[in-house]
C-alpha cells in the first residue's frame, strides 16, 4: 500500500491537493495519506518552518504530494527557502522534471499551435545553481550596499541531470535534447555544462542534440514551442522556462511538476508548477488540474502506470469539454475527474 505525505501548504496550495488527493483514491483506494502541517499558519503559531523531526518523518513517506509554499505575510524566502528548497535539497530531488503538453480543447496565447503540437519536457537541475550558492550582503542599507548571489555547479550535479535527460530522450518518440545555459555570458558554469553535455553526449549516439542561449530559448519557447522534446537547464532556467512553457499550453492552472531523486534513496515529491496564489486563494476558484496531473506523475513514479493513466485520461476529458473564459469550481472540477478516474 502507498504511503503518501500531502503537504497542502499556504493560499490554494490546500485547496488543490484536496482534489488531487480525491483523485488519487479514486484510483487506488487503498492509499495511506497523512496530512502535514506546514507553511505560514504554522510558522505563525510556532515559529517552525520544517523542524528535523518532520523531514526525517518525511523521509519515510513514499512519496510527497505538495500544494504551494509562500504567502504575504511572511517574509519572502522563509517558507521557500526554508521548506520548499529544503525538501528539494535534503531529499535529493535533483532531477525537477516539468512537462508541458498543448492538450486538444485548450487554447493557448498561440493562435496558429495545434493541440499535439506541442509536447516537451524540461528537465530542470534541481539542487544547484544559484539556488544553493553563498551569498551575502555588506553595508546593508547604505548607499555602499553591495550584494552577491553565486551560483553553485557540480560535474557531479551537472552531469546526472544532463544523463537524466538522454536517458529520457531515449524513451521519447523524437530522442532531442536541447541545453539552455548562457554560455556565452556565464563562461564559468556555462563552460561546465557545455563540457558535461559533449562528453555525456558520445554515450546516446541515437539522440539529436542543439544548444540554445536562455534568452533565444526564452524567444523559441513562444514562437517555436514544437521544435521542443526534452530540454535540460539549471535549477533558475528552468524555473523562469516553465512559467512560459505553462503559458504557451493553457496556463499555469494545469502545469506539474515532479521533484525527483531518481535513485529513490528518498521520497520523490510532486508538485503544480504554480504558487499559493494568494490573489485568488480561498475563493475556491483555483484550477485543480495541475495539482491532479502532479498526482498522475506521482502514480507513475509509484509504479501505477494504469492508475497514472485513467487520470491523465479524466484531465483529457475535462479540457476537451471546457468552454473557454467559463468559470472554474476547484470542488466541481476535483469531483468530475474522480468520477471519470474512477470508471
Ligand atoms: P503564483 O503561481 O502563485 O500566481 C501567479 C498568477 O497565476 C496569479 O494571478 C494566480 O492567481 C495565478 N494562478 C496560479 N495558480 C493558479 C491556479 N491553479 N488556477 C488559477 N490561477 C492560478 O505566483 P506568484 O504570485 O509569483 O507567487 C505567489 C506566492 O507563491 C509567492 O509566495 C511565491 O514565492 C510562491 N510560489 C510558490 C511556488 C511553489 O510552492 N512551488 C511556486 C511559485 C511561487
Ligand atoms: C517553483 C517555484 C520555486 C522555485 C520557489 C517558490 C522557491 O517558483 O517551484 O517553480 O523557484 O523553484
Ligand atoms: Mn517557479
Redesign the pocket.
Known sequence: MARIAVVG?????PE?TAQAIKVIRAVLPDVETVDYDLGATRYHRTGEVLPDSVRDELAGFDAIL???????SVP?GV??RGL?LKMRFDFDQYVNLRPSKLWPGTTGPLGAVKPGEIDFVVVREGTEGLYAGAGGVLHRGTPAEVATEESLNTRHGVERVIRDAFARAQRRERRKVTLVHKTNVLTHAGGLWARTFEAVKADFPDVTTEYQHVDAAAMFMVTAPARYDVVVTDNLFGDILTDIAAAVTG???LAASGCINPERRFPSMF??????????AGKG???????VLSASLLLDHLGHADAAARVTGAVAAELAARTPGAP?RTADIGDRLAAAAAS
Open positions: 501548504g499556504d493560499g490554494i496550495g488543490v505538495l500544494g504551494a509554499v509562500g504567502d504575504p519572502p517558507l521557500e520548499l496556463g499555469i492552472g508538485e503544480p508548477v504554480h504558487g499559493s496564489a494568494p490573489d485568488i476558484v483555483a484550477d485543480p488540474v495541475a495539482a472554474l
